[in-house]
């Protein structure tokens, strides 16, 4: 257990639809990170939040949104989803900005 | 922008020889380097970092390798073992910036 809790682990949902998926960073980390991983792909950055703010926003679609609750608990917002929207996504915490990301088991998201 | 590249994304070794990782980085200023293991169905876990002030650092079975004039990274992982399979992920980042990952490199061991 790293520390990083995502939830669910495993969501189907049909295209059009909208889906939140939510991360809690591992104590004492103010900065939460979002990544999409495409299979057999990279990790591709989406978005950053440090203490309740939006510090960093990377290759992230309008139809996705995000946000970092004052618990420094944060959601990811999956609009109008698309089958390409299939991945799986990741949250990442740290103490301080860009140092040692802790990840957690990731969602698996699947567009039908 | 800044990018992080491999060498290899694939890499097959047998059990019990040495492993070496190789990974690029484009940005001269990068001034801290990661290397994540990710397993299948899994989030990449944390093996080993580096600062730019360091060319070398070691872990338990692992060493990481910065040679900053070529902007080259390396992970060697010593008398590699089945439960290293998986895929290696180097990253990269500069002052607070966000950490850039590469692509990866899936190392698969052979018995």
């Known amino acids: 257990d790293s520390g990083v809790t995502q939830t669910p682990k495993h969501l189907i949902t049909a295209t059009g639809q909208r889906v939140t998926l939510r991360c809690s960073p591992r104590?004492?980390?103010?900065?939460v990170y979002w990544y999409q991983q495409s299979l057999d792909q990279g990790l591709q950055f989406l978005i950053q939040?440090?203490?309740?703010?939006?510090?960093a926003k990377g290759n992230i679609l309008e139809r996705f949104s995000a946000q970092q609750f004052p618990d420094l608990h944060s959601e990811l917002n999956l609009s109008s989803l698309e089958l390409g929207d299939s991945a799986l996504y990741f949250c990442?915490?740290?103490?301080?900005?860009?140092?040692?990301?802790?990840f957690g088991s990731g969602t698996r998201l699947t567009v039908v | 922008g800044e990018s992080v590249g491999l060498h290899l994304p694939t890499l097959s070794v047998q059990e019990g020889d040495n492993s070496i990782i190789n990974c690029a980085y484009s940005?001269?200023?990068?001034?801290?380097f990661i290397w994540y293991k990710q397993e299948s169905g899994k989030g990449p876990q944390f093996i080993i970092d580096?600062?730019?002030?360091?060319d070398k650092r070691q872990g338990q079975r692992v060493t990481v390798l910065l040679n900053k004039t070529v902007k080259h990274l390396s992970l060697q992982i010593a008398a590699t073992q089945p439960g290293d399979s998986a895929v290696y992920f180097c990253?990269?980042?500069?002052?607070?910036?966000?950490?850039?990952f590469g692509q990866g490199t899936r190392l698969t061991i052979n018995p």
């Open positions: 990442a915490s740290s103490v301080a900005d860009g140092y040692g990301y802790t």
């Open positions: 104590s004492g980390d103010l900065s």
């Open positions: 939040y440090y203490n309740g703010e939006e510090r």
């Open positions: 940005n001269s200023a990068s001034d801290y």
């Open positions: 580096i600062r730019s002030n360091m």
């Open positions: 990253a990269s980042r500069r002052g607070a910036q966000k950490l850039v």
